[in-house]
Every structure is written in structure tokens, then in C-alpha cells.
């Protein structure tokens, strides 16, 4: 999403889902951090439309030091979606999807698609994150790893 609004066009970093409710985060730079004007005050009809459609406006010290599991995941999980998402074909998510409707370990889909690269495996589930289509409960408090357990309601 681009804000058109103000004087120079600014994209929301990420939109996430949280305990139902949408979120569109922000990753201010240092230049945003250390400027006079508040992000969200050179975006008041941004702010006024996210206020009245419950949309929540985070904003992500991107000072503090990344030690925040939760933020690593994440960092991991667009890094890899960026380089790998266009070897993932729909098929093979659809796949994975259906197989998710039971809680599976990253390890267990390995097993059930032998014939299927590893880490486009990995991606097809981390879309499927990403597009709000699964879960993974463990993303907050544990580093990813083959052994993370994923599912798709």
C-alpha cells in the first residue's frame, strides 16, 4: 500500500493480522525517526481512514537491537519469500495448504513432498503465512526451524 498523501508517497512496511484485527506496520528510517513532524501527522486522512475502518497503526523502533525472535521470523521469512516465492507454483501451495489442516512440523512436509526442493516447501508454507491462510503459533518465541509446527484452519 502507497500513501499518496503529503509531500513525498510513503509504503506501510507490512500488513499483518493480529488476534483478528488488521495492522499496517510501519519501519520508520532514521530519517522519519529524527524528523520534526511525526510519521502520521504528514498522513492525516491515512490516520483518520485507519481509525475509522479498525485499522491499527504500529510503528517498529528499528533502533533496538533485532533480538526479538518474533522480528527475526519475520525478517527470515520476507527474505526468503523474496528470493524463492516464484519457484513456488499455486499447485504446491494448494497442496501444502491442504495438508496443513492438521498442524504439521516444516520437517513433516519435507517427508510428504520428497520430490519438491526443501526450501520451496519452507516458502510455500511461508506464504501461506504471510497471506493469512496459516498459522504458525511458534513464530513469536521460537527461531525457525525444521521442527516448527505450522497449520492452516
Not at 507454483?89 to 491442504?98: E, K, M, N
Request: aromatic share 12%.
Amino acid at each position: 500500500m502507497v500513501i499518496e498523501e503529503g509531500e513525498k508517497p510513503r509504503v506501510v512496511d507490512f500488513y499483518v493480522i493480529k488476534d483478528g484485527r488488521e495492522q499496517l506496520w510501519f519501519c520508520p528510517t532514521k530519517a522519519e525517526v529524527e524528523s520534526n513532524q511525526p510519521l502520521l501527522e504528514r498522513f492525516p486522512g491515512f490516520a483518520y481512514w485507519c481509525e475509522h475502518n479498525n485499522i491499527d497503526l504500529m510503528f517498529v523502533d528499528m533502533t533496538e537491537p533485532v533480538d526479538n525472535v518474533a522480528r527475526a521470523n519475520w525478517g527470515h521469512i520476507i527474505r526468503e519469500l523474496s528470493a524463492f516465492r516464484r519457484y513456488v507454483s499455486a499447485d504446491l501451495v494448494s497442496a501444502i495448504r491442504s495438508e496443513l489442516s492438521e498442524p504439521k512440523r516444516i520437517a513433516d512436509l519435507w517427508r510428504m513432498f520428497p520430490t519438491v526442493d526443501p526450501i520451496v516447501i519452507k516458502v510455500g508454507v511461508f506464504q501461506l503465512v504471510h497471506q493469512g491462510l496459516a498459522t504458525g503459533s511458534e513464530l513469536g518465541y521460537l527461531p525457525i526451524s525444521p521442527a516448527m509446527t505450522f497449520s492452516a484452519p
